[in-house]
């Protein structure tokens, strides 16, 4: 249809002028999105948790509630985070969202102004990465190693820019089982980061949507824990351990933000029905919920590795990640693996070029992100297979 209207003209200057727009395509041997597995989709008893919950509390559905969202949710998360997280937090200190990425949404509208700055791990959370850049932050990426974001350079950082008078408006960090790197934040980096950001003033975005994913270790305390300044915003979510489509996330937000943030949440509280029936389902048996979700994600770790080892040994290096559901494959250098994708996709085959989760924009040609919660546990063989045959045989 032709139309009189010059949109493009008529558009706000933060919006792209060639949006893109993300294919929902999924792909035979799908290592690209970020999804839980599908088959541990516990759907009877949701069933039964939603006739349950109308039953007992259907009649509020009538209501509007505070921003902040249903109660008793965020009592589900209050004690998830007492158990969980050894850290003590009142539903009143806890906005539930749209999944978490509304939250980040809301902190970025809530501090960031066009030009102002913001760290984040050099390659980092493609989600975020968009919304910072679609607020014109200036964006600073930190390299990082096997234990998260090295804090020698951070405190560099920090002081070069309090130099020219900058100070970053706060430091976005993945604490465990980084997306996409697939690596952890240490105890002592934490700590120094935390330092760090009580010395130069500076607030620190937590984000642990993984953290429930552990399949080896115990639980090290995040920075909300070891945290006595309210400098720490935490972020978690179901999306992982239940399902991306109930969209529910949460924030664990410092007294002296909770007004501000709260603020920015202008489309009421978030959907009171998956609210209600998640809180329903998970309450007195979340801990049974992640042990068997993650005995799935397990298995497909597992059968990755297993399948790296064989198609890749000698030509690739990886992370081996003890939770969550993203490694990073890096191959030779030369290599380009967004170029590559196309032909991969062609052969069933998918996943995130490392580019796209550069904050610089500039640098991961090389690497990929291989996100193994959604393929089938029998195809992630056949899948690796095909991958090293693309990338042996580029024709790109
Ligand atoms: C690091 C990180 N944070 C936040 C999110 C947002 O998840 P959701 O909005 O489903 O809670 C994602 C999703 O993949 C993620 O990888």
Redesign the pocket.
Known sequence: MTTAIDYPALLARHVATSPRRMTPELFPYDFAV?NPPPEALPLQELIEATARALDREGRDLAQYLAAEGYLGLRQVIADKMARHERVTVTPEQIIVG?????L?AMLIDCFIDPGDTVIVEAFT?V??LRLLRRARARLVGIPVDEEGMRTDCLAETLHALQQQGIRPKFIYT?TNFH?PLGVDLSAARKRQLLQLATTYGVPIIE?D??GDLRMEGDTPPSMLAMDTAGSVVW?G????ILA?GV???WAVVPPALFPYLIDHKLDSATNTFASLVVAEYLRGRLDERVQEVVAVYRSKRDALLAALERHFAGRATWTRPKGGMFLWLTLADGTDTEAALEQARRAGVNYYPGVAFSAMGDSGRNSLRLAYGYPPLSAIEEGVARLAEVLATPSH
């Open positions: 970020g749209n999944g978490s990425l509304q980040i959370y989600g975020t993945l997306n984000d949507v993984y972020l979510t179901f999306s992982k991306a969209r529910l996330g």
